[in-house]
């Protein structure tokens, strides 16, 4: 049951062209417990998901040792999120600092 209604609502957000909104702000919130679950609290405190387009996360660090750790431990956090979303869908993280 829980199947059908998934499939209807993923053709329904296609139909009204929010899918790919819709699943940015997905990985958006994936981002934030990923990162919790790596770096506690300080990590959801220094970085901030921006937005996600063309299977690239984009977040803001606070400085350029966030960039570094962040970095450091990249396949762990696109594990985190794609595990959380329950498909390989982020290859890669962006960074911006400041």
């Known amino acids: 049951?829980?199947?059908?209604?998934?499939?209807?609502l993923n053709k329904k957000l296609k139909q009204l062209g929010i899918e790919n909104k819709v699943e940015a702000a997905l990985v958006c919130e994936a981002w934030g417990k990923a990162v919790v679950s790596i770096f506690g609290k300080?990590?959801?405190k220094n970085t901030r998901a921006l937005f996600f387009k063309d299977n690239t996360l984009t977040i803001q660090v606070e400085n350029s040792s966030?960039?570094?750790e962040v970095k450091m431990r990249?396949?762990?956090?696109?594990e985190g999120i794609n595990k959380e979303l329950g498909k390989?869908?982020?290859?890669?993280?962006?960074?911006?600092?400041?």
């Open 74 to 78: 990249e396949s762990k956090l696109v």
């Open 66 to 68: 966030w960039a570094s």
């Open 88 to 98: 390989d869908i982020v290859k890669r993280i962006r960074f911006k600092v400041g």
């Open 42 to 44: 300080e990590g959801a």
């Open 1 to 8: 049951m829980f199947t059908d209604l998934k499939r209807h």
